[in-house]
């Protein structure tokens, strides 16, 4: 475990690796290192977060650039209709994903925020929809009724397990159970959490978290913080609960 904190703190990533990392380019390998350097260094996580964000907001733009650019292309009657909506489309969608690329290679802004504790762990989410199954990308988009099961890679504490999602309205807790205590898990390289949580209709940013937490939590406890994350936050905003756990968060899209 020092070897690996000596290992990912060495050096800072570059904007190009962070990018990569954003679009699922790097090897297994590769994505792991960084991933456990952005767990330990406050900085370059929040680039990296700052990075999804712009990309999500650039996408969101491209998106409406799109629609508007149909609609208007709808209006225009003629022949050569069908050109001009995909002309149109295409140069706004071109636009700005140039923009997406752009921003991408901006200078990062560290700044500084409340960190609790190192051993912290990384959170790799696969989805599950009809046959197809797959590991997740940061900020890839998933849909409602996809079923997403959690490996927790790097555990380097035993404590009891607690798994939820947040999305802009409510907290959904997946373990444990209702009127259930927490599992118990052990140190481990890689532990995938049995069963999977299918994932609501709900549209926006949803981020899964995953905490391992030396002593239970007061019932109710999880809940209550996470709604207050949410009355005051984005999801992509807020990457740790403010408790005494080793944890670890992953944030998805669902844009449909
Ligand atoms: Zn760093």
Same mark, same amino acid.
């Given at each position: 475990?020092?070897?690996?904190?000596?290992?990912?703190?060495?050096?800072?990533?570059?904007?190009?690796?962070?990018d990569g990392l954003r679009l699922g380019e790097l090897e297994a390998?590769?994505?792991?290192? *960084?991933?456990?350097?952005?767990?330990?260094?406050?900085?370059?996580?929040?680039?990296?977060?700052?990075?999804?964000?712009?990309?999500?907001?650039?996408?969101?733009?491209?998106?409406?650039?799109?629609?508007?650019? %149909?609609?208007?292309?709808?209006?225009?009657?003629?022949?050569?209709?069908?050109?001009?909506?995909?002309?149109?489309?295409?140069?706004?969608?071109?636009?700005?994903? %140039?923009?997406?690329?752009?921003?991408?290679?901006?200078?990062?802004?560290?700044?500084?925020?409340?960190?609790?504790?190192?051993?912290? %762990?990384?959170?790799? *989410?696969?989805? #599950?929809?009809?046959?197809?199954?797959?590991?997740? #990308?940061?900020?890839?988009?998933?849909?409602?009724?996809?079923?997403?099961?959690?490996?927790?890679?790097?555990?380097?504490?035993?404590?009891?397990?607690? *798994?939820?999602?947040?999305?802009?309205?409510?907290?959904?807790?997946?373990?444990?159970?209702?009127?259930?205590?927490?599992?118990?898990?052990?140190?481990?390289?890689?532990?995938?959490?049995?069963?999977?949580?299918?994932?609501?209709?709900?549209?926006?940013?949803?981020?899964?978290?995953?905490?391992?937490?030396?002593?239970?939590?007061?019932?109710?406890?999880?809940?209550?913080?996470?709604?207050?994350?949410?009355?005051?936050?984005?999801?992509?905003?807020? #990457?740790?609960?403010?408790?005494?756990?080793?944890?670890?968060?992953?944030?998805?899209?669902?844009?449909?």
């Amino acid at each position: 475990m020092v070897a690996l904190v000596t290992m990912t703190q060495r050096e800072h990533p570059s904007d190009l690796r962070l990018d990569g990392l954003r679009l699922g380019e790097l090897e297994a390998d590769a994505e792991h290192e *960084l991933r456990a350097h952005l767990d330990s260094c406050e900085a370059c996580s929040e680039r990296f977060e700052s990075f999804e964000r712009q990309a999500q907001e650039l996408g969101d733009q491209a998106k409406r650039l799109a629609d508007a650019a %149909f609609i208007r292309a709808q209006q225009q009657a003629g022949t050569r209709r069908r050109v001009m909506i995909f002309g149109a489309a295409f140069t706004a969608t071109m636009l700005a994903l %140039f923009g997406m690329y752009w921003v991408g290679r901006q200078d990062p802004s560290h700044g500084t925020s409340l960190r609790l504790k190192g051993g912290d %762990f990384t959170l790799r *989410l696969v989805a #599950k929809r009809g046959s197809r199954q797959w590991t997740v #990308k940061s900020g890839e988009g998933l849909v409602g009724g996809d079923q997403l099961r959690f490996v927790l890679i790097g555990v380097q504490r035993p404590g009891y397990l607690y *798994l939820l999602t947040i999305d802009q309205r409510q907290p959904t807790i997946f373990a444990p159970a209702p009127n259930r205590p927490p599992q118990r898990i052990e140190k481990s390289a890689r532990f995938e959490v049995p069963g999977a949580m299918a994932l609501d209709k709900s549209i926006g940013a949803e981020r899964a978290f995953a905490l391992v937490c030396e002593k239970p939590l007061p019932s109710g406890q999880l809940d209550a913080v996470a709604k207050k994350i949410i009355a005051h936050n984005r999801p992509s905003e807020v #990457k740790r609960f403010a408790l005494p756990c080793s944890q670890a968060s992953f944030l998805f899209n669902k844009p449909w």
